[in-house]
């Protein structure tokens, strides 16, 4: 999926009339970082610090991080992949939802996360009536998983088994589609279809899930773009080394879920150490698509993506507390480097080409 295919000047004057301005997408990612901000101190506050943070964060910190940040910014790219007005209804009412979960109105978030669920798994489905294809099947399903896990949520019933299959079926599909020009044996691409259903299903059996994961991770190491690019220089490496670390993650976090020990690293492992990894990995690639402004590579990118694996490990086996605020720490770290190189760059006259 190419986001920049429905900007201005592509080939589809239709659906441009109906697109939303980079500069009106800007307030959406508001709303999805307002949530990362509570998320994250109200995860921390559960961990004993002593940090001002609302109920609602602290309460509700898995929903923060995975619907009200996380959905509104993987929502807003495909609403942006998609271009149409319709589909920004995902990223606003999960980022108003966020909002809701913020200031105390815990039903009120709940439901608007449902919605936009709803409306994304109505724009996953329209992109895969566009390209029907093994890859944009995986990201409906995907789509469906995350509106199944907020169903639950709003039912009072757990939701994190659900929002893991959203995660990794989103990202293997994503992945699928961005190397689909590998020649890949036809068995190669029946193992992706298998292990993508069974993230369909085994949400309601998680040891299984568990191992299932580890499946994934395995597949992803062997056959993903990133063991090509990681033998390249500068952006294409840095991409590469988050992916493929990423990979890391979600094979020990899926080994924890099937022992059925250590959940907390567990979960953390998947969440942190996978998901924002690929956050980390794709935003110098999504940031141009989304808002029309270059986040230029420099080698200072690898440094938050060092604390954030260095603070995992000793959040898994030294000390959570410790562990959490440095997951914290690299988080805020990227969001800060990425901000001034975008600025540096902003700053710079354009070439005449």
């Known amino acids: 999926m190419d986001a920049r295919a429905h900007e201005p000047g592509s080939a589809e004057p239709v659906r441009l009339v109906l697109s939303v301005p980079p500069r009106w997408r800007v307030p959406l990612l508001v709303l999805g970082f307002a949530s990362l901000a509570f998320g994250v101190a109200g995860g921390l506050v559960r961990l004993g610090a002593s940090i001002p943070a609302p109920a609602g964060a602290i309460a509700l910190h898995g929903a923060l991080m995975v619907s009200g940040f996380l959905g509104t910014v993987i929502g807003l790219e495909r609403a942006v992949a998609l271009g149409r007005l319709w589909a920004y209804a995902a990223p606003l009412a999960s980022g108003l939802g966020g909002a809701c979960l913020v200031l105390g109105f815990a039903t009120q978030g709940f439901a608007l996360m449902v919605l936009a669920a709803a409306v994304f798994v109505a724009a996953s489905a329209a992109t895969f009536a566009r390209q029907r294809s093994l890859e944009m099947a995986t990201l409906f399903a995907g789509a469906v998983a995350w509106l199944a896990g907020n169903l639950l949520l709003f039912a009072g019933e757990p939701a994190v088994p659900w929002w893991i299959a959203f995660f990794a079926l989103t990202i293997a599909g994503e992945r699928l589609e961005l190397s689909r020009y590998l020649k890949r044996a036809p068995a190669v691409r029946i193992a992706f279809l298998l292990i993508a259903a069974l993230l369909v299903v085994t949400p309601l059996a998680p040891r299984a899930m568990g191992a299932v994961l580890v499946l994934l991770a395995l597949w992803l190491f062997a056959f993903d773009l990133a063991r090509v690019t990681v033998r390249q220089r500068g952006l294409p490496r840095y991409i590469a080394a988050c992916l493929l670390s990423g990979y890391a993650w979600l094979a020990l976090g899926g080994a924890l879920l099937?022992?059925?020990?250590?959940?907390?690293?567990?979960?953390?492992?998947?969440?942190?150490?996978?998901?924002?990894?690929?956050?980390?990995?794709?935003?110098?690639?999504?940031?141009?698509?989304?808002?029309?402004?270059?986040?230029?590579?420099?080698?200072?990118?690898?440094?938050?993506?060092?604390?954030l694996h260095a603070s995992l490990l000793v959040r898994a086996f030294v000390l959570v507390p410790l562990g959490a605020w440095g997951n914290a720490a690299a988080i805020a770290l990227f969001i800060a480097t990425a901000a001034a190189l975008t600025i540096t760059r902003a700053g710079k006259p354009r070439s005449p080409r």
């Not at 989304?290 to 230029?296: E, G, I, S, W």
């Open 258 to 307: 099937a022992a059925a020990v250590a959940y907390d690293a567990a979960l953390h492992a998947i969440f942190v150490g996978f998901v924002f990894s690929m956050v980390f990995g794709h935003a110098p690639v999504i940031l141009p698509a989304v808002l029309r402004v270059a986040l230029p590579y420099s080698s200072v990118l690898y440094l938050p993506l060092a604390l």
